[in-house]
T-cell receptor, first 115, second 109 residues
Framework: GAVVSQHPSWVICKSGTSVKIECRSLDFQATTMFWYRQFPKQSLMLMATSNEGSKATYEQGVEKDKFLINHASLTLSTLTVTSAHPEDSSFYIC???????????FGPGTRLTVT | AQRVTQPEKLLSVFKGAPVELKCNYSYSGSPELFWYVQYSRQRLQLLLRHISRESIKGFTADLNKGETSFHLKKPFAQEEDSAMYYCALSKAAGNKLTFGGGTRVLVKP
């Protein structure tokens, strides 16, 4: 089956710094990737849709200047949390969709802790 | 805007008993409905899609447009069914997903 990886699996950073999270589709090309955020004991909330070669589409209420998304290749999308604050601490999950497929394949998630 | 509601946060059943996870949605068009499952320490994975109308691991789900529901059922729960279950909706195939709050299922021996 299709596999999506995320790196790192967990990261701790200090307030004010930036951190980059990578999402890779390992065995398929993904023109579309999605970034979700999950708070403890809560559901997944879509942050943005990442399209290869074009700007990401952000959901209402998500600051595009704070959560920078780059989808430079068909197998890699990155999410950069800029000037991180403790309230940005969360579990970030990406998913990728092969062209022509209805199914999204999810990564294992990245736990971000901002101190 | 679309919305997905899973009223039960936790369902605890004994092995062999039936289990039903409720999912209600609100969307003015014709949505695609899904059930995703997340086993302990594993990633989210697709369990069912309403269009395929298939049974996976003994689970079935029927889309009821009149009641705007997509409840997940299994007649005889197994311990390995213990997991977090999410109902999700998308406006069209391959489009972004809106998730419900999730239901944790605990199957006791």
């Amino acid at each position: 089956g299709a596999v999506v990886s995320q790196h790192p699996s967990w990261v701790i950073c200090k307030s004010g710094t930036s951190v980059k999270i990578e999402c890779r589709s390992l065995d398929f090309q993904a023109t579309t990737m999605f970034w979700y955020r999950q708070f403890p004991k809560q559901s997944l909330m879509l942050m943005a849709t990442s399209n290869e070669g074009s700007k990401a589409t952000y959901e209402q209420g998500v600051e595009k200047d704070k959560f920078l998304i780059n989808h430079a290749s068909l197998t890699l999308s990155t999410l950069t949390v800029t000037s991180a604050h403790p309230e940005d601490s969360s579990f970030y999950i990406c998913s990728a969709r092969p062209p022509g497929s209805y199914e999204q394949y999810f990564g294992p998630g990245t736990r971000l802790t901002v101190t | 805007a679309q919305r997905v509601t899973q009223p039960e946060k936790l369902l605890s059943v004994f092995k062999g008993a039936p289990v039903e996870l409720k999912c209600n949605y609100s969307y003015s068009g014709s949505p695609e409905l899904f059930w995703y499952v997340q086993y302990s320490r594993q990633r989210l994975q697709l369990l069912l899609r309403h269009i395929s109308r298939e049974s996976i691991k003994g689970f079935t789900a029927d889309l009821n447009k009149g009641e705007t529901s997509f409840h997940l059922k299994k007649p005889f729960a197994q311990e390995e069914d213990s997991a977090m279950y999410y109902c999700a909706l998308s406006k069209a195939a391959g489009n972004k997903l809106t998730f419900g709050g999730g239901t944790r299922v605990l199957v006791k021996p």
